[in-house]
């Protein structure tokens, strides 16, 4: 688990100004839905600083760091899969991220997005993965598999997952209820039942979110300026009150995720004797366009579609594909110049 010491051992200058930069490339609202106001300065590093400088002290006897990676957002509701080309790339970049720092990854979704998801990891032999049901269709196992999965985390991440608002319930960007429609499994719990663990040294597992709209699980630390946002229209109805100790806005979730990914990578580098290039360290921890286009097209082969547009394609909240890929080089740009 990251030592809540950490954070006041800051990365050196030309690391966190990298960061600094990458944290401005992912705000910039790209996609024009008022982002810029849900955006915490510092957040970026601070996440990535927990990520990069994980110890496991989580309750089993691994002595690798356990990182526990949330997603789904089951808003294409009148569709099978109802699944998003928002969250899967961000996801595994995370995951990715957690293997090349040395760690070991859960990646935890909703039943309804199982196929995209198991398609779209990059190591399947390397990277657990579970997935719940509904509320109403989960067994006393499955609670006592998620209470085990959240006692043995060291730190939890959330990307693009979805977030009950302030009456429970799950809802898309329009006010679509999704746990009405029986998507969404109840995820959320491993959050709150992260916030208190007992038989760990802490009381409290980190937990650090990755979200674009304001509806996403850890958008509660930005629920006012969610809620004063003109732009975001369903504020009041949409926004999620749980809040993350680390918040990453984002123009698109999965820019986060290659944001997150690249961090952490630049703290860790930062932090351990160089027996490989920066550039070789961060190919193990940040994927490239060519990873990230055969990952979105395994994942529209399932049946994944535009959350904005609704078509089966390899783009993402209504934007070309070149977009996203442009946003990773500026990301894996930034990150290099700061090692050079």
Not at 20 to 45: F, H, N, Q, Y
Not at 104 to 112: I, L, M, Q, S
Not at 192 to 220: C, H, W, Y
Request: glycine share 10%; proline share 6%.
């Amino acid at each position: 688990m990251a030592d809540s010491n950490m954070l006041n051992n800051r990365p050196a200058s030309a690391a966190a100004n990298a960061i600094a930069t990458i944290e401005s490339i992912i705000g910039k609202d790209e996609g024009g839905r008022g982002m810029e106001s849900l955006i915490v300065p510092g957040d970026l590093l601070d996440g990535a600083t927990q990520l990069a400088r994980l110890i496991p002290i989580g309750s089993d006897d691994n002595q690798q760091a356990h990182v526990v990676v949330l997603s789904g957002f089951p808003c294409c509701v009148d569709s099978d899969p109802p699944t998003e080309t928002d969250g899967p790339p961000g996801t595994f970049a995370i995951a990715r991220a957690a293997l090349g720092l040395g760690h070991r990854v859960t990646v935890v979704t909703d039943e309804c997005n199982r196929a995209v998801f198991a398609a779209a990891s990059p190591f399947p032999s390397k990277i657990v993965f579970v997935t719940y049901p509904s509320e109403d269709k989960m067994t006393g196992g499955d609670w006592q598999d998620m209470k085990k999965l959240v006692k043995s985390a060291d730190i939890i991440v959330a990307c693009e997952r979805a977030g009950p608002a302030k009456d429970g319930r799950c809802y898309t960007m329009r006010g679509i209820d999704m746990n009405e429609r029986g998507l969404i499994a109840p995820i959320h719990k491993i959050v709150e039942m992260g916030r208190e663990v007992p038989d760990i040294v802490t009381s409290k597992v980190p937990f650090v979110a990755i979200g674009d709209g304001g509806n996403e699980l850890g958008m509660g630390k930005a629920l006012q300026n969610i809620l004063s946002n003109p732009t975001i229209r369903n504020g009041e109805k949409i926004a999620a009150v749980t809040p993350a100790d680390s918040l990453i806005a984002a123009s698109v979730s999965n820019w986060g995720g290659y944001a997150l990914a690249a961090a952490a990578a630049l703290v860790r580098y930062g932090d351990v004797e160089k027996e490989e290039s920066f550039e070789e360290f961060l190919d193990k921890c940040v994927p490239t366009e060519e990873d990230e286009i055969a990952l979105l097209n395994r994942c529209v082969e399932k049946g994944c579609r535009d959350g904005v547009s609704g078509k089966v394609e390899a783009t993402v909240d209504g934007m070309p594909l070149e977009t996203s890929m442009k946003c990773l080089r500026d990301i894996r740009d930034a990150a290099i110049g700061a090692s050079l």
